[in-house]
């Protein structure tokens, strides 16, 4: 049987760029988040409805084992997605792996002076925001991706949903007990080198990849993904 694979958003299924090139090996499930594109709002913004949105897409498919892949800030919903159906969780597989997000104190997250500024033109200038995609994920994103990323998730929406919680993720990936992939954006701008390092010490059975692109994006991080997938196939 195919690995079946939930890809996460932040926002938008448009983020997994990476997608084709897991269709060729896999079953892919993907979705955005309510309030985007054509989905229906939900009656309040925030992880909670995109965890319940690809919960229901699960069901609507009928898989009961999968793998459950998230990046940036989609790990906090992809962790809390995989803890709310432990029985069918078959791995985790976490671009930018980290243990919560942060922005203060002696190991943060994130960058905050990067991050925040960034996030800070959200409500300014919503266009200079999303063609700053591109720069803050250093070209994982190019221009015709911003074009298309406006026209499906919208201002009022993106700052309906806001920052994300800083939801410890430790507890939750221990009571999982399931294999993990961990990844590292090297050279991210905007999540520090101390939140992989904590990652990767607090689990380190977690089979792990270093790549120069976002891992959504990322042809080694899909690469990886099949490798992770394919030891997982005989005990799932």
């Known amino acids: 049987m195919r690995p079946r ?14 997608r084709p090139r897991l269709e060729a090996w896999a079953d892919v499930a993907a979705y955005d988040a309510p309030g985007v594109g054509d989905e229906p709002p939900p009656e ?10 690809g919960l229901a897409e699960v069901d609507r498919l009928g898989w009961d084992r999968y793998v459950v892949v998230g990046d940036e800030f989609s790990t906090l919903m992809a962790v ?6 432990p029985g069918a969780v078959a791995g985790l597989a976490l671009g930018h792996a980290c243990l919560e997000f942060s922005r203060e104190g002696e190991r943060p997250t994130i960058n905050e002076s990067v991050m925040g500024a960034f996030e800070g033109l ?3 200038d919503y266009r200079t925001y999303v063609r700053h995609l591109t720069q803050l994920t250093q070209g994982a994103y190019d221009d015709e991706f911003a074009d298309r990323y406006m026209q499906r998730v919208s201002q009022e929406v993106s700052l ?14 221990r009571e999982l007990d399931v294999p993990m992939l961990f990844a590292q954006h090297k050279g991210c701008l905007g999540w520090t080198d101390e939140s992989w390092e904590d990652a990767v010490t607090a689990f380190p059975e977690a089979t792990t990849v270093t790549t120069s692109e976002k891992p959504s994006v990322s042809p080694l991080f899909a690469d990886a993904l099949r490798e992770f997938c394919r ?3 005989p005990a799932s």
Not at 5 to 18: C, G, K, R, Y
Request: zero cysteines.
């Open 231 to 233: 030891e997982l196939q």
């Open 80 to 85: 809390r997605l995989a803890a709310a159906a």
């Open 5 to 18: 694979l939930v890809l996460v958003p932040n926002l938008t299924e448009l983020e997994w760029v990476i």
């Open 122 to 124: 959200i409500a300014l």
């Open 44 to 53: 309040i913004f925030g992880t909670d409805a995109i965890v319940e949105r």
């Open 160 to 173: 309906a949903y806001g920052s994300r919680e800083e939801v410890p993720l430790e507890p939750l990936l």
